[in-house]
């Protein structure tokens, strides 16, 4: 199985700044995909950014990038101008080539903006 | 937009009682997941399923089993619930298998064995 670590469990930026949330992950695939979910307080989980492993440009959503480092197997994602509702549970995935999809989680990064 | 629901957000079950999680999805996804969330552990795969009464063991299947009858519903079944089973469980599905897809969740069905 690959294997998806978030280093940091519980992390806190001031509102309006800028953070950085880190994922290292483990595989000899090629092609894969990386995933940043955020779940909020009480909320549904919801995918924020992807990454395709091919592409060597980083993604970016609005204030949501990631700075994808595939010979250091890391996918950091960043969040900038924060606001309040950023407060949620961050997942890093990792989705490799074969069958079904199946996805691969780290543990999670609790995040609060602190107003 | 995709719409997964799970039959309950809350459940509160007694050791030994068999108990049915129920997931529905709204898009003719071909694939969907049943995932158990804790504290420090993330996420982890306890089965998914590919197609209509096709399945596959996850990471963590034991004391579990599943059913798709049909496309839409993925059912979880805890067979003779246990208080280590006490967890948020997720539900996820994904259109198809073919190419990269993201996996859409539902809101989670937090049970309580006691």
């Known amino acids: 199985a690959q294997t998806v670590t978030q280093s940091q469990p519980e992390m806190s930026v001031q509102e309006a700044e800028t953070v950085t949330l880190s994922c290292t992950y483990d595989t000899s695939e090629n092609n894969y995909y990386l995933f940043w979910y955020k779940q909020p307080p009480s909320r549904q989980m919801i995918l924020v950014i992807r990454?395709?492993?091919?592409?060597?440009q980083n993604a970016t959503e609005n204030r949501f990038s990631v700075n994808f480092q595939k010979a250091a197997k890391s996918f950091s994602l960043k969040i900038s101008d924060s606001q309040l509702g950023d407060t949620a549970m961050y997942f890093c995935?990792?989705?490799?080539?074969?069958?079904?999809?199946?996805?691969?989680f780290g543990t999670g990064t609790s995040l609060t903006v602190i107003p | 937009d995709v719409k997964v629901t799970q039959s309950s957000r809350y459940l509160v079950k007694r050791t030994g009682e068999k108990v049915f999680l129920e997931c529905v999805q709204d898009m003719d996804h071909e694939n969907m997941f049943w995932y158990r969330q804790d504290p420090g552990l993330g996420l982890r795969l306890i089965y998914f399923s590919y197609d209509v009464k096709m399945k596959e063991k996850g990471d963590i299947p034991e004391g579990y089993s599943v059913s798709r009858e049909k496309k839409e519903r993925f059912s979880l079944i805890l067979e003779s619930a246990s208080t280590n089973q006490t967890s948020m469980y997720l539900c996820?599905?994904?259109?198809?298998?073919?190419?990269?897809?993201?996996?859409?969740f539902g809101p989670g069905t937090r049970l309580t064995v006691l």
């Open positions: 996820a599905s994904s259109l198809t298998s073919v190419a990269y897809n993201e996996q859409f």
């Open positions: 995935a990792f989705m490799g080539p074969r069958g079904g999809n199946q996805f691969y």
């Open positions: 990454q395709e492993a091919y592409k060597q």
